[in-house]
């Protein structure tokens, strides 16, 4: 099947799409044929910002924005199709993840129950009608309905095209927020697969970056600031002391405890007044990052899994700093970006959701009880029909 992926992370930096060609059954065959990141334009940023916000978010900006990102979206799915110099007709299925704009994965009562909640949007039935193509979209409330916290959905994927016979992996995704899949050398059971977020991936970074810059840069290119400015260790040690490190896995956390309420509180403590203290911050942050990951993996896993190799994918493999540190802290374990896997980095997530779309397709479950906490394996997705169907 040729199938597009569709992935827009916490970064809120764009559009993810790949187009690829998925065949097999058990052991599956994928080729990239194209990729595509569509940037966010200032004022659609803007919008997705105060919709997600408990703060300024209303149902009818919610309403609207769900209906507006599917059709930018759908234009990602049109744009990544020509790039591959296919037509519509040529796709099968889009697996679409749609944008976050609130993940509630700890349990609050509510009447008799207990209610976890995740809300990812870009409507499907947009996408469906402007591609002529079946939309597979909402993969997270299936998971939660079987008892998980609906993130992350990653590993399984890992696990299905990641896995190898002789090394103890580690992929470690560097989006806004930070996630690792534990695959143990030659697991053959997904039971064996251990997932989980870690922390803030570059989204510290990302947030005091633009409030140093006054909004003109949206990240640390090339993470040239945070090798400009200096790590501050009695700031990092008490960042680390955040409770979210502590909490053993299964975990999942977002924008609710790492944007813009931690920086603020961040700046509160330690307010910078020159250059070089942002510099200090940027750097600071780029190094939570990487200790918190790698403390991440001492804590809960090192016990019983010594890591060869962690190979890194999403937008943080640009980070110089953030690699070196990751390569010092997990050394002698490699610390190698997906890219020497012939995979781009940028492209592994949208990649991803197109797999889910395919697994789902085939009625096989995508979810990981290991790294969800779901207490069951389930079938990932609502299905959306285009306006004329055709046999997919
Ligand atoms: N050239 C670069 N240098 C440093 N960081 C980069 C670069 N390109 C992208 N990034 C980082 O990657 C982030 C986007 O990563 P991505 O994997 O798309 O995350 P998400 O899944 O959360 O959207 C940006 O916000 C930025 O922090
Ligand atoms: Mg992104």
């Not at 603020?264 to 007044?273: C, G, I």
Request: glycine content about 10%.
């Amino acid at each position: 099947m040729k199938i597009v992926g569709l992935m827009a992370g916490t970064s809120h930096d764009g559009i993810d799409a790949a187009l690829v060609d998925i065949q097999g059954q058990k052991a599956l065959r994928v080729k990239l044929l194209a990729f595509q990141t569509i940037p966010y334009s200032k004022p659609t940023l803007d919008l997705i910002r105060r919709a997600s916000s408990p703060k300024t978010g209303t149902v009818d900006q919610v309403a609207r924005l769900n209906f507006y990102l599917g059709e930018l979206f759908a234009e990602a799915v049109l744009q990544v199709i020509a790039q591959a110099g296919l037509k519509p007709t040529a796709i099968n299925l889009i697996g679409s993840h749609g944008q976050t704009l609130h993940h509630l994965p700890h349990p609050q009562p509510m009447g008799r129950h207990r209610i976890r909640a995740t809300l990812q949007v870009a409507e499907p039935a947009i996408i469906a009608a402007r591609t002529g193509t079946p939309v597979i979209s909402d993969f997270r409330p299936a998971d939660i309905a079987a008892g998980g916290q609906g993130a992350p959905l990653v590993p399984y994927v890992d696990f299905l095209l990641f896995r190898h016979p002789r090394q103890n992996r580690i992929l470690l995704n560097l989006g806004g927020i930070a996630n690792l899949t534990l695959l143990p050398a030659g697991c053959r059971e997904v039971s064996g697969v251990a997932a989980s977020d870690s922390g803030p991936g570059n989204m510290v970074s990302d947030e005091l970056t633009r409030r140093m810059s006054r909004g003109r840069e949206r990240f640390d290119r090339r993470g040239g600031y945070a090798e400009q400015g200096r790590v501050i260790p009695e700031l990092l040690a008490e960042l680390l002391r955040h409770p979210f490190f502590r909490k053993p896995p299964p975990k999942s956390t977002g924008r609710e405890e790492f944007g813009t309420g931690f920086v603020d509180h961040l700046l509160a403590r330690k307010r910078p007044r020159s250059r070089r203290a942002w510099l200090n911050l940027i750097a600071t942050a780029a190094a939570l990052t990487a200790h918190s990951v790698y403390r991440h993996y001492r804590q809960f896993y090192a016990a019983e899994f010594a890591a060869d190799e962690v190979i890194v994918s999403g937008g943080g493999v640009n980070n110089r700093a953030m690699m070196r540190r990751l390569a010092e802290l997990f050394a002698p374990a490699k610390v190698i970006p997906i890219d020497a896997l012939g995979v781009p980095a940028d492209a592994k997530e949208a990649i991803a959701f197109a797999v889910l779309a395919y697994e789902s397709w085939h009625g096989r479950p995508g979810n990981l009880p290991g790294a969800t906490g779901a207490g069951k394996r389930a079938v990932l997705g609502k299905l959306c029909w285009p306006l004329r169907c055709r046999q997919a």
